[in-house]
């Protein structure tokens, strides 16, 4: 009795070992995951890429009519361009910020305020001078004051996005759930024959 129970075993599993009935599914199962990974990320990144094309487009447009004398009286119209053109092709939910930082001359964009750092920390404090570049009161890390400045100012525009992926699949590889692109752009502002060119105020730091 057991031999035949043995016999009717061993002829189960030798059945079995020769069937290939199912095994298109199951290797499907063990690829299928990781082909459909791949293909997410792939369309991902080729949307972040249009979208940063399409962000760059519209900034460096903005910033040729940003360059005009007439900008300070269409800022909010000039942004507002640049908004749809972006919010045209990105998701429902994307955060669009602008920053403009107005410089006497471009050697100066990003440049901090210089000051004696005479107790060698690193830092504007305990009574040392520096240059007021900007005539506001305080030391800053950029020499630049907030908007579009004046005639023949030079001005750094920048725009900053944030929006959800298209696909979930950013928790299983370790990117994060938003994607930030921001396009940076730097102009002299009209008419050029005039302009700030305001004198720094030697202060001291707190």
Known sequence: MIRRRLFIARAVLRHLRQNR???????FA?????????????????????TSAVLYGAVQKASRDYTLESAATSQTALDTRVQDQIRAVMPNGAT?????????????????????DTNNNGTCNGGE??????????????????????????MLYTTNVTYPRLFPMFGMIGLPANVTLSATTVLRRQPFDQGSNQSPTVRNCP
């Open 129 to 154: 001078p520096y240059q007021d570049e900007n005539n506001n009161g305080i030391w800053d890390v950029y020499r630049g004051q907030s908007g579009l400045g004046t005639a023949r100012d030079v």
């Open 30 to 50: 063990i690829v299928g995951p990781v082909l459909i990974l791949m293909l997410m990320g792939l369309f991902d990144i080729a949307h972040t890429q249009y």
């Open 96 to 116: 669009i910020t602008f920053t403009k930082t107005a410089f006497d001359d471009f050697k100066n964009v990003n440049e901090r305020e210089e000051w004696t």
């Open 21 to 27: 009935e199912g095994a298109t599914l199951v290797e």
